[in-house]
């Protein structure tokens, strides 16, 4: 099986790729397209800043590539944020897969919201085997609201998307590669989708 990570200078690539590679699979990391188009799935991560982030994706017309996309998708954190339609981080128009508003967490709160929180309103493929109230693990000071197409919450405050779902395209606001037994089995889910 051929799983790309998208490449674009933001990423926890090197923690995904051990995850992966316990899960006995050897992503590419590649920002080329035709590669990303001809995996058998695709996984876009995230750590970083989202109107940095877009610069890179646009001047290298990795938006396109994504939105043309048929095979199974994940984004992770950032990923997740990249994917809706707009964020409040810098007022940064993103790659609208999602028709998703990311905003700031309210400023009287401990940002980034930092550790193991509990995920709740699971639906979908991608949760099987994932109990309710499971420990993800998040790092993040923007949030996905809540929408139709999302498959899973998160309170921090506020409820808040922690996973959304829309045609063959996934995210997760937490990072899955951190997050013990639950996160392996979100991407074991996800290696399993066809």
Known sequence: MDIAIIKYNAGNVQSLTFALNRLGVDPILTDDPETLQKADKVIFPGVGE????????????IDEVI???HQPFLGVCLGLQLM???SEENDTECIGVFDNIVKKFDPN???PHMGWNTIIDLKGPLFEGVD???YLYFVHSY???TADDTIATCDYANRFSAALHKDNYYAVQAHPEKSSLA???????FL???
Do not use: F, P, W
Not at 50 to 61: F, L, P, Q
Not at 183 to 189: A, S
């Open 50 to 61: 989202a109107s940095t982030a877009m610069n890179y994706i646009r001047k290298n017309k």
């Open 67 to 69: 939105k043309d996309l």
């Open 84 to 86: 809706c339609k707009h």
């Open 109 to 111: 709160l401990k940002v």
């Open 132 to 134: 309710e109230e499971s």
């Open 143 to 145: 949030y996905a609201e």
């Open 183 to 189: 996160g392996q089995q979100i991407l074991k889910n």
């Open 192 to 194: 399993e989708l066809t």
